[in-house]
């Protein structure tokens, strides 16, 4: 018994002391986080854009469980804000203290149409100041944003892609069968393809014939941008791609799509010239683009407010998370901005996939409303297709990027069951119940025809409804938009054709119609969601230090990124009526 009380005293000795550790750990750290100094830009700086990043359109904070998994692991993969990284180089640009910019790295993650946004920004850099771009190897996305630089290098032992676009979803149906778990689907239109994942081995035709269309549309668009950028015909790099693909280092030199063939070391020699000093110096002048985002410019000091408010995300009933748009947390914030009288306009801005039909319909009531009351725009990113486009289709101008994804007016249900899954390994249900169709969603067993022919109802009802609020919104006739629709995904371009979308343009062009809607001219500012501070994500947000480079993803990465989001994919699948107003099919370019 004495020994046993000495076990328990140094025990709790031991947690006391660790507890206290924690303690002083915690106040230091916020000691710390409150007495760092503020940047500052220093002069003749190079702004260095490093593009080993993702691309965001919300300016967001992750979840503390995802700020303590990041710091646990000494930082993840980072996130830049595109509207922050779009008003930095254009601060930059007229920034006596910045000489130039430097392009490096390779994005994780961004759609075509938030490269031409960003690109254009380059671009309107470039127009005042050198801009140098260099890389190891050159991927598409990435040279999409350098190739109109001033100088773009490629190291010696390089090589660059100008192989085409393709995409390579991937099948669960055989194994579904194989392991016993079956699905069953609703749908309406036959371009609806989200559901065939799950259900085969293989692409529908339908979903082939929209799949090459929307790349071929991407595609052109790289290849007139690149071409215009590099002085070529669009052909010229057709040319290439068939044949050639990966070019190597001189070849591309010789085909003028790269300027110089230099190693990093000689690059940086030209970027010490920039910033005023010698190449035997050690170092020069720098500031990092999302250091740079971060220093407060000069704020536009206008009397009238825009607000611009942004819908990223996969839809899905109640409020969501970071990563998602919760039908019942954005319906919220446009209704604050529709009572606040401060606020004269508001642009919404898309890039979401869809996704839960009944979180669509909320957030799209507010968004009449809204209207009602002030003008709103709507500015469509990378994706706002099915219930992206739900939710976008009554604003009272529609502005596209040429390579968005939109359209997809089409509904399904996915309905999923694992009775010869549980069966086999000896888990059986049994069930009492009130009513024929008193457990319609259960997984224990396939739906019989009366539950199938009544969600199949449901899922005909909404898809005349949102049939019926495309042709209200855009003054069609419903006999038009039942052409286009059937689940059908466009590009921006082909959207404006067709009366989905009003006019080709960025978050900026969006902004500016609302400025003129409300004849403020020049004199508006624009303003975000308002977010309380939340101490404890910054604490976790600082316990990683400062982001670090991780290995790039092989093969494998990719093979295991695929397989969490189609898990990813299946758990945001939460609409009460189990219908869903989603992009037919996960678009990867590759």
Request: charge should be neutral; aromatic fraction near 6%.
């Amino acid at each position: 018994m004495k020994d046993f009380f000495k076990s328990f005293f140094a025990a709790l000795l031991a947690l006391m002391v660790a507890g206290g550790l924690a303690i002083f750990l915690f106040f230091g750290l916020l000691a710390a986080i409150g007495s760092s100094g503020k940047p500052t830009v220093p002069g003749k700086a190079v702004l260095v854009f490093d593009l080993d990043t993702s691309l965001s359109d919300a300016d967001r904070d992750p979840e503390p469980s995802e700020a303590l998994s990041e710091a646990l692991s000494g930082g993840g993969a980072r996130t830049q804000s595109l509207p922050a990284a779009i008003d930095a180089l254009d601060r930059a640009a007229s920034d006596s203290r910045i000489t130039a910019l430097f392009l490096t790295g390779s994005l994780q993650g961004a759609g075509p149409a938030q490269l031409r946004e960003l690109r254009e920004a380059i671009q309107r850099f470039k127009a005042k100041k050198p801009v140098l771009a260099y890389n190891l190897g050159w991927a598409k996305r990435d040279y999409y944003l350098a190739a109109g630089a001033t100088t773009v290098f490629i190291n010696p032992f390089g090589e660059m892609e100008v192989n085409g676009l393709a995409s390579e979803p991937m099948f669960f149906g055989e194994a579904f069968k194989k392991y016993g778990v079956e699905v069953q689907v609703t749908r309406v239109g036959k371009y609806k393809s989200a559901v065939e994942p799950f259900i085969t081995d293989r692409m529908s035709d339908p979903n082939r014939e929209q799949v090459q269309k929307l790349l071929d549309d991407i595609w052109g668009e790289w290849k007139e941008t690149v071409a215009r950028d590099r002085k070529k015909a669009p052909a010229d790099l057709q040319v290439i791609a068939d044949e050639k693909g990966l070019v190597e280092a001189e070849e591309a030199k010789k085909l003028g799509l790269v300027d110089r063939i230099a190693p990093y070391d000689e690059v940086l020699d030209e970027l010490k010239k920039l910033a005023g000093k010698q190449p035997k110096d050690k170092d020069f002048p720098q500031i990092t683009l999302a250091t740079y985002a971060g220093i407060a410019g000069e704020a536009r000091t206008g009397k009238t407010r825009i607000a611009v408010v942004v819908a990223e995300g996969e839809i899905v009933d109640g409020e969501g998370k970071a990563n998602q748009v919760g039908g019942e947390r954005l319906s919220r914030e446009l209704r604050r901005l529709r009572l606040d009288d401060r606020i004269k306009a508001v642009v919404l801005r898309v890039n979401s996939p869809g996704g839960s039909a009944a979180a669509s319909e909320l957030i799209q009531r507010e968004v009449i409303l809204t209207k009602k009351a002030k003008p709103l725009v709507v500015s469509m990113g990378h994706l706002a297709a099915s219930g992206g486009y739900w939710i976008s289709t009554y604003g009272d101008r529609i502005f596209a990027e040429p390579s968005t994804i939109t359209g997809s007016i089409g509904v399904f249900g996915l309905l999923p069951n694992v009775k010869k899954l549980a069966n086999e390994h000896g888990i059986t249900w049994d069930s009492v119940q009130t009513a024929k169709l008193a457990n319609p969603m259960t997984l224990a067993r396939p739906k019989n025809d009366l539950e199938l022919a009544r969600i199949q109802g449901l899922v005909d009802r909404i898809y005349e409804q949102f049939v019926a609020k495309v042709a209200d919104s855009r003054k069609m006739k419903k006999e038009a938009v039942h052409e286009i629709a059937q689940g059908r995904v466009w590009s921006g371009h082909e959207a404006v054709k067709l009366g989905l979308v009003d006019e080709i343009g960025g978050l900026e062009a969006a902004v500016k119609h609302a400025a003129s809607r409300i004849k403020a001219g020049d004199d508006y500012q624009v303003v975000g969601p308002e977010r309380e501070p939340d101490a404890l994500k910054e604490l976790l947000k600082n316990l990683g230090g400062k982001s670090r480079k991780l290995a790039k993803p092989g093969p494998v990465d990719g093979l295991v990124d695929g397989f969490r989001h189609q898990l990813d994919l299946l758990t945001s699948l939460n609409d009460p009526q189990g219908v869903y107003a989603r992009l037919p099919f996960e678009l990867e370019l590759k």
